[in-house]
C-alpha cells in the first residue's frame, strides 16, 4: 500500500537523503522517496502497524529534529443529501471527523507550533550573533590591545551562532555520522580557532547559518511559489436547496449530485454538467488553451475553469479530493515518488563525493605537511577542503528542477506522473500516435450513403445495432438518425467484435454492422471503399445492403504539431484500426512518415515495438480504452484529458487540453529541466573543485570556501526557479 507523510524539521538536503536510506531500511518499507523541495515522504509498505514510529526512530538515528505526520485528507460520505438539515448534517459529520483527525494528530501540530516559536529566538541569536562578530572583528583589525578583548568576542560569537551546529556535530559522531554538514563545518571552524583564525571561524560561522536561512527561505519560497501556482482548489461553493435558495458550504462538503451555483467571474469549483443556463468558460489554467469554450446545458464542465459569462446551475459529478483540480495538486505532490535517474545518481554520487574529499584534506594536511613543515598553511587547505565537501547543492538543486518542471507543466494543462517521464522524454527517438480523437477531433459526421435499397431502412439498422456502442463512429451514426428523425428500436442479441463491428437482431432479420473485415467474416461481398472517409458496410440475412461514409475533421493544431516533431528529429508513426484510404489521406494531410491502418488493439503494442527496435525509444499517444495497453508499454505513454479514464490512469503524462500542439510543450519543459538540472551540477563541482585548486595553490581562504558550499546552493536554487519555474509563467 502507498503512504505519503509529511514532515518538519530536516533542514539540510543532503541529511535528508541519508534519512531516506535509513527508512529504506526498515523491513516492512519496499519503497522510500523522500523530497526536501515537498516536505513529503512517500513510501510503499507491506503494512502501517508501527510505521510512523519505526520512520521515527529510522530519522533520529541519522538525524534528530525531525517530526513526520501522515497526510490527511477530507473524505466525503458515499451517500447524497439535497436538504437544508441534511446539508448540515452532512458538515456536523464532517466537523467531528476533522476534530477526531486534530485530536489524533496533537503532538504533531504541538511540533510545528513549536518549531515556528523558535524561529524569532533563532533569528535574534543570529543577529546577537553577527553584532559581536562585528565589533570583535573592528578591534581585530584595529589591533586594540589586549588582544584577549577581540577573541572573547570572536568566540561569543561563534558560539552564539553555531552552538546547534556545534551540538548536532556531536550527537552525530556518536551515531557514526562523520561526514554529514555539522560535523564537517564543526572540524573546519575549530581548527580554525586552533591554528588561530579567531576571525575567520566567527566569519565563516556567521556567513554558514546565514546561507542555511537564505537557502531554507529560497527553497521554502519555491514550493510555494510552485503549489500556489497550481492550486486552484475553492474553499466554499454556492449549493442549491431544494427550496430554490442557495447557501455557502466548505467545498469540502459537496458530494455528486448535488446542485451548486457558479456567478460570472467565478472559478468552478468540483467537476460538474451544466444543467442550467449557457457560458462561456476560460480553461486556460486547466488546459493552457487561451480561446474560451461555450458550454450549453449537457456539457461537462471541469474544476478550475473560470466561468465569463452568466450565472449557471451545475450538477457535480465528481466530490473536490476527486475533481481535476485536486487531481492535479496531487498530480505533482506526488511526483517525488518516482525520482529520476539523475536525481538518484547524484544521491549515490554524494555518499561517494562527501568521503572522497574528507580523505582529500586529511592527506592535503599531512604529506605536504611533512615534506615542507609548513604545518600551519596545509592544516588551513585542508580545513577549506572541508567546508567544500557538502554536496548540498547538487543534492538540492536537482530535484527542485524536476519539481518546478512538473509544476510548470501542470500549469500548462500538461500532468506529469513523476520526474521519471520528464527523463524519459529528453530520450525519445520516435513518437507513435493514434489517429481518432488524438489527431483527428473524433467527431465524426455521415458524408455519404450507398444503398442496395431505402437509405432510411439502411440508418434504421445501423442505428439499431450502433445504440449499444461508445465509440465515435457509432455516436454519429445515431446522431444522424436523429437529426433526420430516424426511428427504430434497439436491436437484440447484439454482440460486438472488437476491432470489427457488430451483429445483432433488428426487425427479425439479422444484421452485420462493421468494417470490410466484418463482412469477410460474415461472407458477405463488398464493393470497394470509398477514398474519402471511413466506410460503415450494412449486411442484412447474410447480403450486402448498404454503406454509410463518415468523414473525421483533423484538429487545428495537428499538422503544425506533426511538422515540429519532425524538425526535432523525431520520427512520426500513426496506428489506427481505422480504415487504411481515410487513414492514408489522414496521415498525407498530416505528413505523418509511417501509417498503419486496419488493426485490431492487440495489433498496435507489436508495430510500436517494431518501431522501437528501429527508431530507439517511442511516445506513443492516445486517448482510448483499447490504447491503454500500448500507452503502458510505451517507453513514454500520453494520453488526452477528453480520453477513457484507463487510458489516463496507464500514461505517464497527460493532456488536459486534449490539443496535440501540447506534447510540444512537454518536450520543451523536458528538455529545459534536463538542461537545468545538468547545469547545476557542473556548476557546483566546477566551483568547489575551482577553489579547492586555488585552496591548494595558496589563494583561497575560508570566506570562498563556506560560499563554495552554502553560496553555491543559494544561486543554484535561484537558478532554477528564474530558468524553469518562472521561465514558463513568464511564456
Known amino acids: 500500500m502507498k503512504v505519503v507523510y509529511t514532515f518538519e524539521g530536516i533542514d539540510c538536503p543532503n541529511c535528508a537523503a541519508k534519512i531516506e536510506a535509513a527508512i529504506q531500511e526498515l523491513d516492512m518499507v519496499e519503497s522510500a522517496a523522500l523530497s526536501y523541495t515537498q516536505g513529503t515522504l512517500h513510501l510503499d509498505v507491506t503494512n502501517t502497524e508501527g510505521l510512523l514510529a519505526r520512520i521515527q526512530a529510522a530519522a533520529d538515528s541519522v538525524e534528530e529534529g525531525a517530526v513526520f505526520t501522515l497526510r490527511q485528507r477530507h473524505h466525503a460520505h458515499s451517500h447524497v443529501l439535497h436538504h437544508d438539515h441534511e446539508v448540515a448534517c452532512r458538515i456536523c459529520k464532517q466537523d467531528e471527523k476533522h476534530e477526531q483527525d486534530a485530536a489524533s494528530h496533537t503532538e504533531a501540530h504541538a511540533s510545528h507550533a513549536h518549531s515556528h516559536k523558535e524561529t524569532d529566538p533563532a533569528l535574534i541569536t ?3 550573533g553577527g553584532v559581536l562578530f562585528a565589533v570583535g572583528l573592528v578591534l581585530h583589525l584595529l589591533h586594540v590591545q589586549p588582544e584577549v578583548i577581540s577573541k572573547v568576542l570572536l568566540l561569543a560569537a561563534y558560539l552564539a551562532m553555531g552552538w546547534e551546529v556545534l551540538l548536532s556535530a556531536f550527537r552525530g559522531i556518536l551515531k557514526g555520522q562523520i561526514f554529514d554538514e555539522n560535523f564537517l563545518m564543526t572540524v573546519a571552524t575549530i581548527g580554525a580557532i586552533c591554528i588561530g583564525s579567531w576571525e575567520e571561524a566567527a566569519g565563516v560561522m556567521l556567513f554558514f547559518r546565514l546561507g542555511e536561512l537564505f537557502e531554507h527561505i529560497a527553497v521554502e519560497r519555491s514550493r510555494r511559489s510552485v503549489m500556489d501556482a497550481i492550486d486552484m482548489r475553492p474553499e466554499t461553493v454556492q449549493i442549491c436547496n431544494a427550496d430554490g435558495s442557495t447557501e455557502t458550504i466548505p467545498a469540502e462538503y459537496v458530494q455528486p449530485g448535488d446542485h451548486i451555483l457558479v456567478r460570472a467571474g467565478d472559478r468552478i469549483p468540483v467537476d460538474g454538467i451544466l444543467c ?9 489554467a486547466m488546459t493552457g488553451e487561451p480561446v474560451p469554450v461555450t458550454v450549453r446545458e449537457g456539457d461537462a464542465v471541469m474544476s478550475g475553469c ?3 459569462s452568466g450565472v449557471i446551475e451545475l450538477q457535480v459529478t465528481a466530490a473536490l479530493e476527486d475533481s481535476m483540480v485536486q487531481r492535479i495538486l496531487d498530480s505533482v505532490e506526488n511526483a517525488a515518488a518516482g525520482k529520476p535517474k539523475i536525481d538518484r545518481f547524484i544521491t549515490r554520487f554524494a555518499r561517494v563525493y562527501t568521503p572522497i574529499v574528507v580523505g582529500i584534506a586529511v592527506l592535503t594536511a599531512i604529506i605536504p605537511s611533512l615534506i615542507s613543515g609548513n604545518w600551519g598553511h596545509w592544516v588551513y587547505t585542508a580545513l577549506n577542503f572541508l567546508m567544500i565537501s557538502c554536496p548540498c547543492a547538487l543534492v538540492l538543486s536537482v530535484p527542485l528542477a524536476f519539481f518546478s518542471g512538473i509544476g510548470a507543466g501542470s500549469a500548462k494543462g500538461i500532468l506529469f506522473k513523476d520526474g521519471l517521464t520528464l527523463e524519459a522524454l529528453e530520450q525519445v527517438k520516435a513518437v507513435v500516435m493514434d489517429k481518432t480523437g488524438t489527431l483527428t477531433e473524433g467527431s465524426f459526421t455521415v458524408t455519404a450513403m450507398k444503398s442496395e435499397g431505402s437509405l432510411e431502412e439502411l440508418v434504421r439498422y445501423a442505428a439499431a445495432l450502433e445504440s449499444f456502442s461508445n465509440h465515435p463512429v457509432a455516436k454519429s451514426i445515431l446522431a444522424y438518425a436523429a437529426e433526420h428523425a430516424v426511428l427504430f428500436e434497439p436491436a437484440s442479441d447484439v454482440q460486438e467484435i472488437a476491432g470489427k463491428g457488430m451483429t445483432g437482431t433488428a426487425g427479425g432479420h439479422r444484421i452485420a ?6 463482412m469477410t467474416l460474415e461472407g458477405v461481398q463488398v464493393p470497394p471503399a470509398p477514398q474519402a472517409g471511413t466506410c460503415v458496410y ?7 445492403a448498404g454503406c454509410l461514409v463518415l468523414s473525421d475533421t483533423v484538429k487545428p493544431h495537428a499538422k503544425e504539431t506533426v511538422a515540429s516533431l519532425r524538425e526535432r528529429g523525431l520520427y512520426t508513426v500513426m496506428l489506427t484500426g481505422d480504415s487504411k484510404p481515410h487513414t492514408v489521406g489522414v496521415a498525407e494531410t498530416l505528413g505523418v512518415q509511417e501509417v498503419h491502418a486496419d488493426l485490431l488493439p492487440d495489433d498496435k503494442p507489436r508495430h510500436m515495438e517494431q518501431v522501437r527496435q528501429e527508431h530507439g525509444a517511442v511516445l506513443f499517444i ?13 517507453d513514454v505513454g500520453a494520453a488526452m484529458g477528453t480520453g477513457a479514464d484507463a487510458a489516463m490512469e496507464a500514461a505517464d503524462l497527460v493532456l488536459l487540453g486534449s490539443d496535440p500542439k501540447s506534447i510540444l510543450t512537454a518536450f520543451d519543459i523536458a528538455g529545459r529541466v534536463g538542461r537545468t538540472a545538468k547545469f547545476c551540477i557542473g556548476f557546483a563541482l566546477a566551483v568547489k573543485i575551482a577553489i579547492m585548486l586555488l585552496g591548494f595553490l595558496g589563494f583561497a581562504n575560508m570566506w570562498l570556501s563556506v560560499f563554495a558550499d552554502t553560496g553555491v546552493t543559494i544561486l543554484c536554487v535561484l537558478f532554477v526557479l528564474w530558468n524553469v519555474h518562472f521561465y514558463y509563467r513568464r511564456h
Open 513 to 518: 454492422c462493421g468494417n470490410e473485415k466484418l
Open 622 to 634: 492516445g486517448d482510448g480504452i483499447n490504447d491503454a495497453p500500448v500507452i503502458s508499454g510505451a
Open 276 to 284: 442550467k443556463g449557457e457560458s462561456t468558460v476560460d480553461t486556460a
Open 306 to 308: 473560470i466561468n465569463l
Open 538 to 544: 450494412v449486411a442484412v440475412d447474410g447480403v450486402y
Open 126 to 128: 543570529l543577529i546577537v
